[in-house]
T-cell receptor, first 115, second 113 residues
């Protein structure tokens, strides 16, 4: 079946622009995660949804970052007034169960470059 | 913040050799997982080991976990050129009930044909 998809795959934004990154999780997956991966580093947690509820947003680096999953399926990560330090790959992952520590299925990521 | 260190940061071996990567972490964990990431692509889950397990095998992969030392190792036997990728360990925290993964910095493995 289809995996996790993300769009766009690449995004170039001028500093100060707003961007919206989309994630389509695997159908039926309850949990959805966003991670940020800087070049040469491991991914870092941003936020977590269980269905439509955002249960943890402790990893969002500033109030310029906002995520939503209004119908419990597709999620959007929005970054307002982008800055150069926002340049990174943004990974979305989903998992089937609510239980902690289940394997997560990752999308290909959106590479954001802020110029 | 990242959970801990992975060692080595980079590893280059010949096809057919074994590759061993180590991971250390800081907190009490629920389980530890290993993921592979090919250049420019998303992460693929390889294997999960629970905190009450000491060793697990899957095909050419062998994972060990030492909770007293807060460390894990991933062994890839009889490596192939297609194993060239970055490998990350990731943990779920026992105390913090959140489901998120906390990743290490990764080991970049190159397998030369």
């Amino acid at each position: 079946g289809a995996g996790v998809s993300q769009s766009p795959r690449y995004k170039v934004a001028k500093r100060g622009q707003d961007v919206a990154l989309r994630c389509d999780p695997i159908s039926g997956h309850v949990s959805l995660f966003w991670y940020q991966q800087a070049l040469g580093q491991g991914p870092e947690f941003l936020t977590y949804f269980q269905n439509e509820a955002q249960l943890d947003k402790s990893g969002l680096p500033s109030d310029r970052f906002f995520a939503e999953r209004p119908e419990g399926s597709v999620s959007t990560l929005k970054i307002q007034r982008t800055q150069q330090e926002d340049s990174a790959v943004y990974l979305c992952a989903s998992s089937l169960l609510r239980d902690p520590g289940r394997e997560q299925y990752f999308g290909p990521g959106t590479r954001l470059t802020v110029t | 913040s990242q959970q801990g260190e992975e060692d080595p940061q980079a590893l280059s071996i010949q096809e057919g050799e074994n590759a061993t990567m180590n991971c250390s972490y800081k907190t009490s964990i629920n389980n530890l997982q290993w993921y592979r990431q090919n250049s420019g692509r998303g992460l693929v889950h390889l294997i999960l080991i629970r905190s009450n397990e000491r060793e697990k095998h899957s095909g050419r992969l062998r994972v060990t976990l030492d909770t007293s030392k807060k460390s894990s190792s991933l062994l890839i036997t009889a490596s192939r050129a297609a194993d060239t990728a970055s490998y990350f360990c990731a943990t779920t925290d026992l105390i913090n009930a959140g489901n998120m993964l906390t990743f290490g910095g990764g080991t970049r493995l190159m397998v030369k044909p």
